[in-house]
């Protein structure tokens, strides 16, 4: 599993169904299925988790090209977020999965850090973050 630290604003429009992909500047190296929908400061909550349909690679112009209507985000806020990046990566979302309650990670896992980008969770986090999803 894969632990997604998303904008509130971003993280709120794929609860909401309504944004389908989502865009970062660095892929994963480790194929995963699931990724934990983490919404940051200020709610600094797990809120759901999606299933993971593909992830494409390209340039910021060819990935915007594609999926650009599908990220709940202006063409302004995505190429000032790409900058210079030569690469693009946009995670596409089969489906999303709301969580009843939502989760603080540091109540559950002492001294869990939060990451930047993202991070492979181990078993155990997995287990102690999402016990519903460990046992799948």
């Known amino acids: 599993m894969i632990f997604l630290p998303i904008k509130p604003k971003y993280?709120?429009?794929?609860?909401?169904?309504?944004?389908?992909?989502?865009?970062r500047k660095v892929g994963f190296k480790r194929n995963s299925d699931i990724c934990i929908v983490y919404a940051s400061s200020p709610?600094?909550?797990?809120?759901?988790?999606?299933?993971?349909?593909?992830?494409a690679m390209g340039t910021p112009n060819t990935i915007w090209r594609k999926y650009g209507r599908h990220g709940c985000i202006s063409r302004a806020e995505f190429y000032e977020y790409f900058g210079s990046s030569?690469?693009?990566?946009?995670?596409?979302i089969?489906?999303?999965?709301a969580l009843d309650q939502e989760v603080d990670p540091?109540?559950?896992?002492?001294?869990?850090?939060i990451p930047q980008s993202f991070r492979y969770?181990?078993?155990?986090?997995?287990?102690?973050?999402?016990?519903?999803?460990a046992l799948a």
């Open 94 to 97: 089969k489906s999303y999965h």
């Open 11 to 23: 993280a709120l429009q794929i609860h909401q169904l309504n944004k389908l992909v989502e865009f």
């Open 86 to 92: 030569e690469k693009a990566f946009a995670i596409k």
């Open 43 to 55: 709610v600094k909550k797990i809120i759901g988790y999606f299933v993971i349909e593909e992830v």
């Open 106 to 113: 540091q109540e559950r896992i002492r001294n869990f850090h």
């Open 121 to 133: 969770l181990s078993d155990s986090e997995q287990r102690h973050l999402m016990p519903e999803l």
